[in-house]
């Protein structure tokens, strides 16, 4: 085996809100897909066998405060790096606050890329021509972050012209809502992010099908959301070049891995790590604050990597 010192060339940051670490039992719907699941199907007390050389970091997103981890607050600590949480002395269910807004407007880690000079970076989601003619009041983490870097958002025409995902992937929710799109299989939509990650420094996809399922406590759904975001997956790491670039996919908070209560819940959040930079990452991320951190730091390091 040849150890290799080189700087990181790309980081895919794949967000899933509401993936916890539950039990193996009748409650999560990861145990009762079985193989379907993987590699997503990461259990209390068991050591994944993950594919592709995966490197699975049981991490904490309490964070040292009381309560429920939220998504408020635990997104904005992966996305900026501050404990959040502790910040505001509570966790933020929701959209973030304005105390939050200003953490994410100051520290958010395309604005930290930036100021180091790593380009391009590129938030992967679409947004609907609704959330351009009537702004919600409340907006998510990820958007305060792209518009605190001054970033365009994608569209429906990059979805078309496959520059951008939906946040399901697949397209349905939007074709329900009459949109003018195709229908895309998990494969197609992995192989348009993995081509985006090709392209940029930094890439972000967000993903929350699964925490709308958790909070239902509705098995069908929860399982095919799983099954579908488990073969996205899958394909993604059959597309991206490990060579030059390290996958992360971690969460907020728990949820979907507990379907016997529509609350989060306290288990720890899996953070999975494939390709270049995986043991960089592996060594550094402990907490939700950690991922920002790890992740500009790889940029500006030297990450031992093995052929």
């Known amino acids: 085996m040849l ?14 809100d509401g993936l916890g670490i539950g039990a193996r039992n009748a409650d999560n719907p990861l145990h009762l897909l079985g193989r379907r699941a993987e590699p ?23 964070l040292g405060v009381e309560g429920r981890p939220q998504s408020a607050s635990g997104q904005t600590t992966i996305l900026t790096g501050v404990n959040a949480s502790a910040a505001l002395g509570f966790h933020k269910q929701g959209f973030p606050n304005e105390a939050l807004r200003e953490i994410i407007r100051e520290h958010s880690i395309f604005l ?33 972050a792209v518009e605190a870097a001054g970033m365009e958002f994608r569209t429906l025409e990059d979805v078309i012209a496959g520059r951008a995902l ?15 799109v195709a229908e895309r299989t998990p494969e197609e939509a992995a192989h348009i992010l993995a081509r985006i990650s090709g ?4 890439t972000l996809y967000e993903y929350f099908l699964t925490d709308a399922a958790g909070h239902k406590q509705d098995f069908s759904s929860a399982l095919v959301v799983i099954e579908s975001l488990a073969r996205f997956i899958r394909a993604l790491l059959d597309s991206v070049n490990l060579d030059n670039t390290t996958v ?9 891995e507990d379907l016997s209560v529509r609350n989060h819940t306290l288990n720890l959040v899996p953070t999975l790590l494939w ?3 995986r043991k960089h990452f592996a060594a550094r991320i402990r907490t939700l604050a950690d991922i920002t951190p790890a992740i500009v730091s790889s940029f500006a390091s030297e990450i031992p990597t093995y052929k």
């Open 199 to 202: 392209e940029h420094r930094f």
């Open 166 to 180: 939906f946040h399901d992937f697949t397209n349905k929710l939007l074709i329900e809502r009459g949109a003018d």
């Open 112 to 144: 930290q890329l930036r100021r180091a000079g790593i380009a391009p970076n590129v938030f992967a989601n679409a947004y609907t021509p609704r959330f351009f003619e009537m702004r919600p009041r409340w907006v998510s983490a990820t958007t305060v």
């Open 3 to 16: 150890l290799i010192t080189a700087k990181l060339m790309a980081v895919l940051l794949v967000f899933i």
């Open 40 to 62: 997503l199907a990461v259990f209390q007390d068991e050591e994944p066998q993950l594919p592709y050389d995966g490197l699975l970091v049981r991490t904490d997103a309490a």
């Open 248 to 256: 992360i996919l971690t969460s907020d908070h728990g949820n979907i």
């Open 275 to 277: 390709g270049a930079g």
